[in-house]
């Protein structure tokens, strides 16, 4: 999503990201704020909303998207808005896209970064070494490909595991019993009940 592609979208409207998971083939740069529900707001808005929480900020950006933001200008936005907050400690910034997570860590170490993945190429070992080496701190793993293995590589380089998305209370259970640090899940209930017993 570069700077210019968002100033034709939207001409005189300031850039600013929205969060929202569209489901129905449209790609946000190309929508005015208008066309969006009035329940989505902004990232500031919705930072706003969640102060005195810990926050996962995931940037939507991959190179085959119609909205790829190869310039990083979200990424640099993110980091301007935690800056102004000075909510470094309550933020955790995740993307597929590693160049985007790498970008954040270049412009301010000091906001935690994650970097969400499925299968990788290399083994576990050489990902979270090179994760670390990255200067990142988390890992963001689809749930499938969680093992004792996958946990111990993260350990041995000292990054924390968050693992996506888990609905079943049986593996939530076994991944706890692996170490994971966290669960993204759609049902918060049964994953507090899960916790509540371990």
Same mark, same amino acid.
């Given at each position: 999503?570069?700077?210019?592609?968002?100033?034709?979208?939207?001409?005189?409207?300031?850039?600013r990201p929205f969060v929202i998971?569209?489901?129905?083939?449209?790609?946000?740069?190309?929508?005015?704020? =208008?066309?969006? %529900?009035?329940?989505?707001?902004?990232? +500031?808005?919705?930072?706003?909303?969640?102060?005195?929480?810990?926050?996962?900020?995931?940037?939507?950006?991959?190179?085959?998207?119609?909205?790829?933001?190869?310039?990083?200008?979200?990424?640099?936005?993110?980091?301007?808005?935690?800056?102004?907050?000075? +909510?470094?400690?309550?933020?955790?910034?995740?993307?597929?896209?590693?160049?985007?997570?790498?970008?954040?860590?270049?412009?301010d170490p000091g906001i935690p =970064?994650?970097?969400?993945?499925?299968?990788?190429?290399?083994?576990?070992?050489?990902?979270?070494?090179?994760?670390?080496?990255?200067?990142?701190?988390?890992?963001?793993p689809w749930d499938g490909i969680?093992?004792?293995?996958?946990?111990?590589?993260?350990?041995?380089?000292?990054?924390?595991?968050?693992?996506? =998305?888990?609905?079943?209370?049986?593996?939530?259970?076994?991944?706890?019993?692996?170490?994971?640090?966290?669960?993204?899940?759609?049902? %918060?209930?049964?994953?507090?009940?899960?916790?509540?017993?371990?």
């Amino acid at each position: 999503m570069t700077i210019e592609r968002l100033k034709a979208a939207h001409e005189a409207q300031p850039f600013r990201p929205f969060v929202i998971h569209l489901a129905d083939g449209r790609a946000i740069v190309d929508l005015k704020r =208008t066309d969006l %529900p009035d329940h989505v707001c902004d990232l +500031s808005a919705a930072l706003d909303a969640c102060e005195g929480m810990s926050v996962n900020i995931e940037i939507k950006n991959w190179p085959d998207d119609v909205d790829f933001d190869a310039g990083e200008a979200v990424a640099q936005y993110v980091v301007g808005e935690v800056d102004r907050r000075g +909510s470094h400690g309550d933020v955790l910034v995740s993307c597929f896209h590693r160049p985007t997570i790498d970008c954040i860590h270049a412009e301010d170490p000091g906001i935690p =970064t994650a970097f969400l993945h499925h299968v990788v190429s290399g083994t576990w070992e050489e990902l979270a070494a090179d994760v670390a080496a990255g200067g990142h701190a988390f890992l963001h793993p689809w749930d499938g490909i969680v093992d004792d293995r996958y946990m111990a590589a993260a350990q041995a380089n000292g990054l924390e595991v968050n693992v996506w =998305t888990v609905d079943d209370p049986t593996r939530m259970a076994g991944l706890i019993e692996l170490g994971v640090h966290g669960l993204c899940t759609n049902v %918060p209930d049964v994953a507090r009940k899960v916790l509540d017993h371990h």
